[in-house]
């Protein structure tokens, strides 16, 4: 099944924030993004309806294996994708955008022939 792109930022920003901090509360994801209280709200309850985080009873958010699944999936995208536009001559702060967008719609072969002559140039 293919979730939708905000939701893939949104458990990629999780894993991400968790990785930085420990643990992740709904306002770190309203910081990491700027967006409203209510719409990280919103947007916590869909993932946990659908399976894709926890959230205890102190507010913490934690994510399922099939939201870890996608986060690890969009997150090795977005940091290769980011680190080979940078190496071909793309300014950081574009690689980085661009990689955002392209993370979402690369198909599994593409993304997968880019890793593999990523590997081979850093060799």
């Known amino acids: 099944m293919r979730i939708k792109e905000s939701a893939e930022d949104y458990l990629e ?7 930085q901090m420990g643990e992740v509360r709904s306002i770190d994801i309203v910081n ?3 967006y409203s209280k209510p719409s990280i709200s919103v947007a916590i309850k ?3 309806n659908n399976g894709y985080v926890d959230v205890d009873g102190k507010g913490y958010i934690t994510l399922t294996k099939k939201g870890q699944e996608i986060a690890d999936k969009m ?9 080979w536009l940078v190496r071909i001559g793309v300014d950081e702060k574009i690689a980085q955008e ?3 967008r392209i993370e979402h719609v690369i198909s599994e072969e593409s993304f997968e022939a880019i890793k593999q002559h990523a590997k081979s140039k850093s060799e």
């Open 13 to 19: 920003s999780i894993h991400i924030l968790h990785k």
């Open 32 to 34: 990491y993004f700027g």
């Open 46 to 48: 869909n993932l946990k």
């Open 75 to 83: 997150y090795e995208r977005h940091t290769l994708l980011t680190q």
């Open 98 to 100: 661009d990689a955002c």
